[in-house]
């Protein structure tokens, strides 16, 4: 028993290797194919990954002021900001027991600071991301993300 290799060869009698030019171009359109297909649903759900990451930093936010108001029995003043969550602010005297957060104040997802109002609109303050564009008003990823 024995194994049989078949070579081919050419009509000047060189072995030939490799894929024909038909073969590549299926091969890239396929592939074309698939990233046309992938990439737009990739993209959509990394927009979406970001306003979740704003929506969890504003709530992070909110337990930090809830700490600060039971320390200090107020939230921040507007002109305080969220400063007054890592510095202590000099009108809260030695009742501040801070900083309450840990690595300091971060930016939202597309590299904005959070806008911060006391009295807020809806409660006693609100914490604004405006998106993506960095303008307040917009829909989508350029919506504004707001606290409560």
């Known amino acids: 028993m024995g194994v049989v290799v078949k070579i081919c060869k050419s009509e ?13 171009l299926v091969v890239i359109v ?4 698939l990233a046309a297909y992938v ?6 759900q990394l927009g979406k990954s970001e306003v979740t990451i704003a929506k969890a930093q504003i709530e992070a936010f ?7 108001r039971l320390d200090v029995g107020r939230y921040p ?15 809260v005297g030695t009742k ?6 840990k ?5 939202d997802p597309w590299g904005h600071a959070y806008q911060y109002k006391a009295p807020g609109t809806k ?4 914490i604004t991301s405006l998106g993506r564009d960095g303008q307040a008003g917009g829909s989508g990823d350029d919506g504004d993300i707001t606290s409560q």
């Open 77 to 91: 003043t507007t002109e305080e900001g969220l400063n007054a969550l890592v510095l202590a602010p000099s009108t």
């Open 62 to 68: 909110e337990k930090s002021l809830d700490t600060f």
């Open 96 to 101: 501040w027991n801070g900083p309450y957060l």
């Open 30 to 33: 396929i592939i074309g194919l």
């Open 123 to 126: 409660s006693e303050f609100d």
């Open 12 to 24: 000047a009698g060189r072995t030939m290797h490799g894929f024909t030019l038909l073969e590549l």
């Open 103 to 107: 690595k300091g104040i971060p930016l």
């Open 39 to 44: 990439g737009p649903k990739y993209f959509a």
